[in-house]
């Protein structure tokens, strides 16, 4: 199960933390990943990272403004948002999955489990 957090309304420019907890013992098996989605679009995969963070994957959009890190010993996963654009507003979830591979993990549908979305809002 995958819970997220850290969501809410800001100001361009400003920063969010997103927090995603994981529960199970074989969280370290899992590609995880950020994905967000707005109304009318499909979910699209903006960060993920390994298995032990070894490599990571940043959509051209937020390259250079979004960071995400995880620590396997507390089963979390963050992504760090700094510089947010109004453009960034979506609802935001994490996503894992055991069995994605390094060259999809960008695609949304490489990821079987999905927490609950996190809304961001971002006001220009």
């Known amino acids: 199960q995958l819970q997220a957090s850290g969501g809410g309304l800001v100001q361009a420019g400003d920063s969010l933390r997103l927090s995603c907890a994981a529960s199970g013992r074989t969280f370290s098996r899992f590609v995880m990943g950020w994905a967000r989605q707005t109304p009318g679009k499909e979910r699209e995969i903006v960060a993920a990272t390994s298995r032990s963070v070894g490599s990571t994957y940043y959509s051209d959009s937020v390259k250079g403004r979004f960071t995400i890190s995880r620590d396997n010993a507390k089963n979390t996963v963050v992504l760090q948002m700094n510089n947010l654009k109004p453009e960034d507003t979506a609802v935001y979830y994490c996503?894992?999955?055991?069995?994605?591979?390094?060259?999809?993990?960008?695609?949304?549908?490489?990821?079987?489990?999905w927490g609950q979305g996190t809304q961001v809002t971002v006001s220009s």
């Open positions: 996503a894992g999955d055991p069995n994605a591979i390094m060259s999809t993990m960008w695609k949304a549908n490489a990821y079987d489990y």
